[in-house]
Nanobody, 118 residues
Framework: QVQLVESGGGLVQAGGSLRLSCAAS????????MGWYRQAPGKQRELVAR???????TYADSVKGRFTISREHVAKTAYLQMNRLKAEDTAVYFC????????????WGQGTQVTVSS
C-alpha cells in the first residue's frame, strides 16, 4: 500500500512560481510512475505531467515550457515546479502514482489547492 502526501500549494500572483511536493510511503517508489493531475471547479480532472521511474516525462500542452516534473528516489518524492503561473492554472492539484508492474494498481493523494490571482 502506498500513501501520497502533497504539499506546497497556496496563493500566488500571476507570473509567480510554486513548487508542489508529493511524498510517497512504502518501499516501491522505484516502480511507480508519478503524475500530477488537476481539477478546476466545474471541470474534469486532467493530467498535468507524469514521470516514469526512468525519468521520462510527459506534459499537457497547456503547461509545456512552464512546469517541470521531477523525482528523487532516495527521498521517495515527486515534485512539480510551476513557473509563470496563469489564472487558468487555478485548481486542486492531485498527486497520482501507478505501479507499472501491475495494471490498474494506482494511488491518489488528497489534493492541494493552487490559486493564481490575476
Amino acid at each position: 500500500q502506498v500513501q501520497l502526501v502533497e504539499s506546497g500549494g497556496g496563493l500566488v500572483q500571476a507570473g509567480g512560481s510554486l513548487r508542489l511536493s508529493c511524498a510517497a510511503s512504502g518501499s516501491i517508489f522505484s516502480y511507480l510512475v508519478m503524475g500530477w493531475y488537476r481539477q478546476a471547479p466545474g471541470k474534469q480532472r486532467e493530467l498535468v505531467a507524469r514521470i516514469t521511474p526512468g525519468s521520462s516525462t510527459t506534459y499537457a500542452d497547456s503547461v509545456k515550457g512552464r512546469f517541470t516534473i521531477s523525482r528523487e528516489h532516495v527521498a521517495k518524492t515527486a515534485y512539480l515546479q510551476m513557473n509563470r503561473l496563469k489564472a487558468e492554472d487555478t485548481a486542486v492539484y492531485f498527486c497520482h502514482a501507478e505501479d507499472f508492474r501491475s495494471i490498474g494498481v494506482n494511488y491518489w493523494g488528497q489534493g492541494t489547492q493552487v490559486t493564481v490571482s490575476s
